[in-house]
């Protein structure tokens, strides 16, 4: 898949778990990249805020969709939630902070989606993005900043607008926020770009339960309407809370859905 590449098992049949790592100089950091499964459509799970590459094999969300990795529907990747981790750790200031979210959609722009369709080894094909709170955010985000790369999106229990995470009210908000965040830049869309993402779809799927907030759903799809971009928001109701259980139930049933 790349770089310093390791074979081993995870929850799918046999030696179908591979993780490569390699060092990122956009991100300054090394980076892991897992994939799960050996054919079908690759779906790109964006973890939690503070999560890394194997979360959702240890959350079990990888199990939960076993089957269609089983039946080679699918093919799971996914990468460390660098930009997650620095918010949550505070690190550097509110700036340093913004500047490596957008370095971190760069990152997977240029190297996970190149990845993963060398992995597939077809060069041009669809990537769907999924997540789960802030991975819903970045699921958001890769379709709306980069539609040649990125088919759809399943966002889970999403959080859309992120200024309440950032200590900047000395400084305010720069450039790599507003470049980064859907919710704030796909008003201003216009022009190839949007044509090209009206042919996107984003589904946001939200609980009403415990710490969820489905507000943050309508709220991003009232944004993504305006601009005519295809998308719903997925009513799970109040016995679904905000947490994993919740999320095992919803991306197997979305990506049982779209392979069918």
């Not at 369709?117 to 819903?136: E, H, K, V, Y």
Request: with cysteine; charged share 25%; net charge neutral.
């Amino acid at each position: 898949m790349a770089a310093e590449t390791v074979q081993g098992k995870g929850d799918s049949k046999g030696d179908s778990k591979v993780t490569a790592k390699w060092h990122s100089d956009r991100l300054g950091r090394e980076v892991t990249l897992v994939r799960w499964g050996h054919f079908g459509q690759p779906v790109l799970v964006f973890p939690t805020a503070g999560g890394d590459a194997e979360e959702i094999e240890r959350m079990h969300l990888v199990r939960a969709v076993q089957p269609l990795l089983d039946a080679g529907r699918i093919k799971l990747y996914s990468c460390d939630s660098v930009a997650g981790k620095a918010l949550l750790a505070r690190e550097g200031n509110a700036h340093h902070q913004m500047a490596l979210q957008n370095r971190f959609h760069q990152y997977v722009r240029h190297e996970v989606a190149p990845a993963i369709r060398n992995d597939c080894n077809a060069p041009d094909t669809d990537i769907w993005a999924a997540g789960a709170s802030i991975g819903a955010f970045h699921a958001v985000a890769m379709v709306c900043r980069f539609p040649d790369l990125f088919g759809r999106a399943l966002a889970m229990s999403g959080t859309y607008d992120l200024r309440r995470f950032y200590d900047a009210a000395t400084d305010g908000f720069s450039n790599d926020f507003w470049v980064s965040s859907p919710i704030h830049f796909v008003p201003t869309l216009a022009g190839p770009h949007l044509t090209k993402l009206r042919e996107r779809f984003i589904l946001m799927a939200s609980g009403e339960g415990r710490a969820e907030a489905i507000g943050e759903s309508f709220a991003m799809a009232k944004v993504l309407g305006r601009q005519g971009i295809p998308n719903r928001v997925d009513r799970w109701g109040t016995d679904w809370h905000h947490d994993w259980p919740t999320w095992r139930n919803m991306l197997p049933k979305s990506l049982d859905e779209w392979t069918r």
